[in-house]
């Protein structure tokens, strides 16, 4: 065998090897894209039927602001009971909300800062190699 004929077919090999892992590659997109096209089909169904589960707790949470004001006006005015019952919902959102800041404070920004670090701590290290 020739030197000319080995690097002919060592040519061959490697580009049917390289078409073959391309058609793999193709198969394995086509596969996950017809996979997240499923998963977002069966999700959308569930953001539905969620929305639709915050719509109706938005409801119950207004009947029960009403429910908090008739049982106030029992013995307060009718505008006192409001307004004790505005105050008492707006405490407690805040409280709500202050404690919700806190638990997610760890979390922000939401970026993956220590990975983006690494990354221009790398950069900076193969600038100053060269």
Same mark, same amino acid.
């Given at each position: 065998?020739?030197?000319?004929?080995?690097?002919?077919?060592?040519?061959?090999?490697?580009?049917?090897?390289?078409?073959? &892992?391309?058609?793999?590659?193709?198969?394995?997109?086509?596969?996950?894209? %017809?996979?997240?096209?499923?998963?977002?089909?069966?999700?959308?169904?569930?953001? &539905?039927?969620?929305?639709?589960?915050?719509? /109706?707790?938005? %409801?119950?949470?207004?009947? %029960?602001?009403?429910?908090?004001?008739?049982? $106030?006006?029992?013995?307060?005015?009718?505008?006192?009971?409001?307004?004790?019952?505005?105050? /008492?919902?707006?405490?407690?959102?805040?409280?709500?909300?202050?404690?919700?800041?806190?638990?997610?404070?760890?979390?922000?920004? $939401?970026?993956?800062?220590?990975?983006?670090?690494? $990354? %221009?701590?790398?950069?900076?290290?193969?600038?100053?190699?060269?």
């Amino acid at each position: 065998m020739t030197s000319r004929q080995s690097k002919a077919s060592a040519g061959d090999a490697f580009k049917s090897l390289s078409d073959a &892992v391309a058609g793999l590659l193709r198969q394995e997109l086509r596969r996950g894209e %017809a996979e997240m096209r499923e998963k977002a089909r069966l999700g959308s169904r569930g953001a &539905v039927l969620l929305a639709a589960a915050g719509v /109706c707790g938005g %409801a119950a949470a207004g009947t %029960a602001a009403v429910t908090l004001v008739r049982l $106030l006006d029992r013995v307060l005015s009718p505008r006192a009971s409001a307004l004790a019952a505005t105050a /008492c919902l707006g405490v407690a959102a805040g409280i709500f909300a202050s404690r919700g800041f806190r638990e997610l404070r760890p979390a922000l920004p $939401l970026l993956p800062t220590d990975t983006l670090g690494s $990354l %221009a701590d790398d950069l900076d290290a193969s600038e100053s190699d060269n």
